[in-house]
């Protein structure tokens, strides 16, 4: 395992995840504690030092087994990360009573690295509000030592990270994003990591094998680059990408299985940044997987023919998401902030705006089948 710096501390660059535990029956609610705790054992013997958790993973369990797999082992032994729930707006006067149940859960005096979690369009003006007092308390918490070390999580746009920055940026030490290299153009991850490197704000990464879905790439994507590297294995580019990229401090990988860990621990046995060469051919892999999703260039004609002012660029975006992931958050967590009146199911289907699509995109039929795989 190697480790990356960051403030005094030598942190490994790869982290546990905890929202992927080995689980009993399928049952997320239901976490094979047996099994976890073997996981994280195996872990620490191997180096890895960062755990993350989170108040909402496993239908709030991830922290009662991560903490109670983490007491076996000396405090100063490891790096322990959760954050607070604001993907749940009814949690946002609830900062206090969150934060002291959750030390409980997790059988500490103190977490290492706490975060504002899943910043976002749907969230971003209550986490401004101050009536809530968020930040105060969560400063306050700092200062008495509760918390090491403050950052950020964040699925919103660049946009809306700016907004945030712009309030908190100056006491923010770290900042979680989901990055790989689909995302680096796909969701303009590229300009995220341009935005905190403006800050100075290092990075951990979520989702670096996007869900799953670039663990087993389709047959032509894992041709070309086997032609390249061919006894490198389909996972380890996702991680070499990142480790490319000296931003990057920490990737946490959501593991659930012995095998997985294993596997990626022995990625992080050194770090290997990708070379030119490889790095133009992951990202053409990237291009290549995205060539079925709707080539919107946001150029806003067809907003100006909307009779019923949709932003269409933006909802084809979200469109693209959904359906690339086959379902998922995002794209729904993002409509929560967004009128019903200008969401998808708005649309009439008058076609004015594909009248002036120099792409040629079929809208109208978009927004309908949105609409029903947000129904699914």
Request: contains cysteine; proline residues 5%; aromatic residues 10%.
């Amino acid at each position: 395992m190697y480790y990356k710096e960051f403030q005094g501390l030598k942190l490994s660059a790869l982290g546990l995840g905890a929202m992927r535990l080995p689980v009993i029956e399928g049952d997320d609610s239901r976490i094979d504690e047996d099994r976890a705790g073997e996981m994280v054992a195996y872990a620490m013997e191997q180096g890895i030092n960062y755990y993350d958790t989170a108040w909402g993973y496993h239908a709030g369990n991830s922290e009662l087994v991560i903490g109670k797999a983490l007491k076996k082992y000396p405090r100063e032994s490891f790096c322990l990360a959760t954050k607070f729930p604001g993907y749940d707006l009814s949690n946002m006067p609830k900062v206090e009573e969150i934060f002291e149940k959750q030390l409980e859960k997790c059988q500490v005096e103190y977490f290492d690295f706490y975060l504002f979690h899943n910043v976002c369009e749907m969230n971003i003006d209550a986490y401004l509000d101050k009536q809530y007092g968020i930040y105060e308390y969560l400063m306050k918490q700092k200062e008495n030592g509760r918390i090491r070390h403050l950052g950020f999580s964040a699925h919103g746009s660049c946009e809306v990270m700016k907004r945030f920055l712009d309030a908190y940026g100056k006491d923010m030490e770290f900042c979680q994003i989901q990055l790989n290299y689909v995302d680096w153009d796909f969701q303009d991850a590229k300009a995220k990591v341009e935005l905190l490197r403006e800050h100075k704000i290092p990075i951990w990464v979520m989702e670096p094998l996007r869900g799953g879905k670039l663990a087993k790439l389709p047959k032509a994507a894992g041709e070309k680059l086997n032609a390249i590297c061919p006894d490198e294995k389909v996972p380890v580019w996702a991680f070499r990408f990142l480790q490319s990229l000296p931003e990057v401090t920490v990737v946490l990988s959501g593991m659930s299985d012995m095998g997985q860990l294993q596997e990626n621990i022995k990625t992080f046995e050194e770090e290997r940044p990708l070379t030119e060469q490889e790095m133009e051919a992951l990202l053409g892999v990237a291009s290549d997987m995205l060539n079925k999703t709707l080539p919107c260039t946001a150029c806003h004609y067809c907003v100006s023919h909307c009779p019923q002012g949709l932003d269409i660029p933006s909802l084809i975006e979200l469109y693209n998401e959904h359906s690339f992931t086959e379902g998922g958050f995002i794209a729904p967590m993002a409509l929560m902030a967004v009128p019903k009146e200008k969401q998808p199911s708005a649309c009439v289907g008058c076609r004015s705006c594909e009248a002036v699509c120099p792409q040629q995109i079929k809208v109208s039929e978009a927004m309908a089948d949105f609409v029903e795989k947000l129904k699914g």
